[in-house]
C-alpha cells in the first residue's frame, strides 16, 4: 500500500506515557522541545495573533526575523494561503485534527518562502503552537520538473 494512502486522515497517536515522561519538565525545557519540533515555530494566541517565534536555522530567521511578533498570522502569509492559514489555526483552536498545510510568506528580501504548517493548542491555555517546516527545496524541485 503506497504511503499517502496509509498515512491521509490519520490523526496523529501521542506518547502512551506521555504525563509520565513530560509531566515534570520545567518551562524553559518545554520551550526549547517545541522549538526544536520544527523549523519554524510560531505561538499565536486564540486571536492568531504571533506572540514568539522560534528559528531553527539562521538561514531562516534572517529571511523572516522576529518582525512577524504582535502581527496576525494571516498578515503574513501571502493573499492566496489566507484561508490556509485560518484553517491551521482554527482546527487547533477548536481542537480539531489539523492536517498539514502549505502556506507561503514573502521573505524581507520579496522571495517566497514555502512552508508546511501543522498546529496544536497548548493545554488549557489560549495559545496556539505552529509548528512550519521549511519546505522551499521541494518546491524549487517541483518547479524544476
Known sequence: MPLEKTMSGTT????????????????????RLIANAS??????????????????????????GRGWIGKKFIDVV?????????????AAR????VLPREINHLTTTGDNLPVRYSAARLGDSEMIAVFGRDISTISDLQQKL
Open 94 to 97: 477548536d481542537g480539531r485534527e
Open 12 to 31: 496523529a497517536l501521542s506518547f502512551a506515557h506521555g504525563d509520565k515522561i513530560f509531566g515534570k519538565l520545567a518551562a524553559s525545557q518545554t520551550a
Open 39 to 64: 523549523d519554524l515555530t510560531l505561538i499565536a494566541d486564540f486571536q492568531g495573533v504571533i506572540q514568539d517565534i522560534a528559528f531553527q536555522y539562521n538561514a531562516i530567521h534572517a529571511a523572516v
Open 78 to 90: 501571502t493573499s492566496e494561503c489566507v484561508d490556509k492559514a485560518e484553517e491551521v489555526l482554527g
